[in-house]
């Protein structure tokens, strides 16, 4: 099927849209739309922005903040509920010390986030909330929408390797090994989104002394989903958790199919995931 990319720049790294047999002509014009819109986001959540609105907050510790940034703590606050604070998207500063190799013992949690209306309170100095598991996915997710919402049906949008597909055409990607510059093997995926958290992308001397706190006895953990921001989060969510909390999320979430690449190389697969390897 021919296809056209354009890649552009955003979460610090490079995003592709590969778009498949429009039948529009003025592609290049709905994209630079949505990628605008994409540069605009991306300034609510980028930590690492010092005027984004998330930095902003993180700041004041105190304040009224988009509809945007509220949707998205709500929902990263429930994942920290849902695994008893093993995802804390409280320990943003904990997270930047570790990428600097410091191991420090966490002061705060997410209890120290409240919500109330519209106005979010940081009630700990040492609070710095880092959406960086939850955020790409949710404006991924909107990009496919707007889109969409163009009359574009068949497109892939790969945002650093988290990857979103729409239409009915089936996609072949490779699922890669942690330990390893290679793949374990290739899925396909239809109209679903992908994302992986893992301990080789982002440490310091040590696979055990990676950019995630509280990270368990996985080297890797690949998660699709209806939308990438559910297979963002919930990557990294069981990716932290215990065994136990692995099992009844993945249980009581049957629309998302899991891929959990232990320490020993085992791979333990739930959900049907088995059903959508690939063999040519």
């Not at 005027?51 to 902003?56: F, G, R």
């Not at 100095?125 to 598991?133: A, R």
């Not at 992986?196 to 690949?222: E, R």
């Amino acid at each position: 099927m021919n296809s056209i990319t354009i890649t552009k720049e955003l979460f610090g790294g490079k995003i592709d849209f590969v778009i498949y047999e429009s039948g529009q002509d003025d592609v290049r014009r709905i994209i630079e739309e949505v990628y605008s819109e994409g540069l605009r986001l991306q300034k609510i959540f980028n930590i690492y922005d010092p005027k984004s609105e998330i930095s902003d907050l993180n700041k004041l510790k105190k304040k009224k903040v988009s509809e945007e940034l509220l949707t998205v703590i709500k929902k990263a606050i429930k994942f920290s509920e849902l695994t008893s604070g093993s995802y804390d998207v409280s320990l943003g500063k904990f997270t930047l010390l570790r990428k600097q190799g410091k191991n420090i013992i966490p002061t705060c949690s997410y209890k120290d986030i409240q919500v109330n209306a519209n106005e979010v309170v940081l009630s700990h100095p040492d609070v710095i909330i880092d959406l960086g598991s939850i955020a790409k996915g949710y404006i991924t997710d909107r990009l496919a929408d707007l889109l969409q919402r163009e009359g574009l049906k068949e497109f892939m949008i790969d945002a650093r390797g988290d990857i979103c597909v729409k239409g009915k055409q089936i996609h072949v990607l490779g699922v890669e090994n942690p330990r390893k510059d290679s793949s374990i093997f290739s899925i396909k995926i239809q109209n679903e989104a992908v994302a992986t958290s893992g301990d080789y992308n982002q440490y310091v001397g040590d696979f055990k002394n990676s950019h995630i706190i509280n990270q368990n006895d996985a080297t890797s953990v690949t998660v699709v989903a209806p939308t990438l921001e559910e297979a963002d989060v919930y990557a990294t969510a069981l990716f932290t958790c215990s065994k136990n909390q692995q099992k009844s999320i993945i249980k009581k979430n049957q629309q998302i199919k899991v891929l959990i690449v232990k320490n020993s190389n085992i791979l333990k697969m739930f959900n049907n995931f088995d059903n959508i390897l690939y063999e040519p």
